[in-house]
């Protein structure tokens, strides 16, 4: 009798286990806003770049954004990025802004989030993470 060739067998594989949905955490505009702040102050090169959640301990914001620059222009330009982020991604506009012209401290107010842009030396002074320590620290990505 001839050897025959044995019949392949067609052999399955277990499916593939399905990945599992991705959870994402709610959106919070408020702190969507302040990381497009957060943005706005990178594309200057901005340095030092802290985000406070104020919403436990504060009444009147409930962000805070603190920066750094090395001078005058680049405070300016730094403030100029972030209202020109916000603005194009969300339509807002600060409700105020202080600190013009080289007070070494600009402050940009959108109510639920303030930003502050200081001089290097002026951030040491006013030491605002150490006041306002007890409030949550964002992390940058």
């Known amino acids: 009798m001839p050897i025959s060739k044995p019949k392949s067998v067609k052999t399955t594989s277990a499916p593939k286990p399905k990945s599992a949905p991705k959870v994402t955490q709610p959106i919070d505009p408020e702190e969507s806003l302040a990381r497009l702040c957060a943005d706005g102050a990178l594309d200057k090169k901005a340095e030092n770049i802290v985000i406070l959640d104020m919403r436990e301990i504060s009444s009147f914001t409930d962000f ?3 920066v750094s620059g090395t001078s005058d222009p680049q405070l300016k330009a730094i403030a100029s990025s972030i209202r020109g982020r916000v ?6 506009k600060p409700i ?3 600190g013009f012209p080289g007070s070494q401290w600009v402050i940009i ?11 290097t030396e002026k951030r040491d002074v006013y030491a605002l993470e150490s ?9 940058i990505a």
């Open 87 to 92: 603005r194009d991604v969300t339509g807002l």
């Open 109 to 119: 107010d959108y109510g639920s989030v303030i930003v502050h842009i200081f001089n």
């Open 64 to 66: 805070f954004v603190i």
């Open 96 to 98: 105020a802004e202080d």
């Open 131 to 139: 006041l306002w320590s007890d409030a949550r620290r964002i992390e």
